[in-house]
């Protein structure tokens, strides 16, 4: 992965994905640290050089839908923590990058930005606008739903993106590499016709392979 010296004044997006636990939070919370690092590092060499550093502003966000460690941190499954904005809209996210002047954006379950508009997922030129403003964002986000179907505007935010981060952990059934996420009601495989929303984690979900993915129809 590279970043753009930030004269060049360029925007990028970058989409880490793939199922739960496959360590999509944990690999946006390392991005965070590097990026942070690097800034620190030129500040302090511009400052070393006498000369002026601009050092570019960091929002950290989460989609609100997010409350199973914390209302407001970015949590992973092993506990890794990182302070974030909720927000509940893609126009939310984008009101609070524009008004405190974020230039490098994360933002993780960006999955759960549902709303349309004209029939078009309003997360998707959300992040356009961003990239055409010149920020450097950083999306996580879950690719398929429980049916193995893809997850809201994940396909189009995948379509979108510069970079594509795509991970996988092993299947919680039989060892194999998992690709899509397990879901259980009450001991039992979900039904096709549940509703996809369904925030969770490990008392109702784990990673499988295809041949272990069971969905009741
Ligand atoms: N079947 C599982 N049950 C519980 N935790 C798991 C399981 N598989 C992987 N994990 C843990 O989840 C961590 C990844 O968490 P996280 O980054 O929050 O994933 P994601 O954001 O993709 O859901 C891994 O380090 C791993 O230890
Ligand atoms: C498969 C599936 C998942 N969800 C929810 C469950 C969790 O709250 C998030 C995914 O979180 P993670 O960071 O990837 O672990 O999405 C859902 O609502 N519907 C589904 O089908």
């Known amino acids: 992965m590279r970043w753009a010296p930030p004269e060049q004044k360029v925007g990028h997006l970058i989409v880490i994905t793939g199922h739960m636990m496959s360590g999509k939070t944990e690999e946006l919370i390392a991005y965070f640290r590097t990026v942070k690092r690097v800034e620190e590092i030129r500040e302090q060499a511009a400052i070393r050089d006498g000369k002026h550093v601009h050092s570019r502003k960091i929002g950290v966000y989460k989609h609100m839908l997010d409350t199973r460690y914390s209302e407001t941190d970015i949590v992973s499954h092993v506990g890794q923590r ?5 927000v509940q809209s893609s126009a939310d996210l984008f009101k609070y990058v524009s008004e405190s002047g974020h230039e490098i954006v994360f933002c993780d379950e960006v999955q759960f930005f549902m709303e ?5 997922y309003m ?23 429980f049916r193995g179907m893809p997850f809201g505007p994940m396909g189009d935010i995948l379509a979108l993106a510069d970079e594509r981060i795509s991970l996988s952990s092993v299947c919680a059934r039989c060892g194999d590499p998992a690709v899509v996420s397990q879901r259980y009601i009450r001991g039992k495989p979900a039904h096709w016709s549940d509703p996809v929303l369904h ?12 041949r272990c993915h069971e969905v009741s129809k």
Do not use: F, M
């Not at 990182?82 to 909720?86: E, G, H, M, R």
């Not at 997360?123 to 739903?145: F, N």
């Open 82 to 86: 990182l302070a974030a904005t909720p």
């Open 116 to 120: 349309k508009t004209a029939g078009e």
């Open 123 to 145: 997360i998707i030129s959300t992040l356009y606008e961003l990239v055409e403003r010149h920020c450097q964002v950083i999306v996580a986000g879950l690719d398929k739903d």
């Open 199 to 210: 925030p969770g984690s490990a008392e109702s979900y784990e990673p499988r392979c295809r």
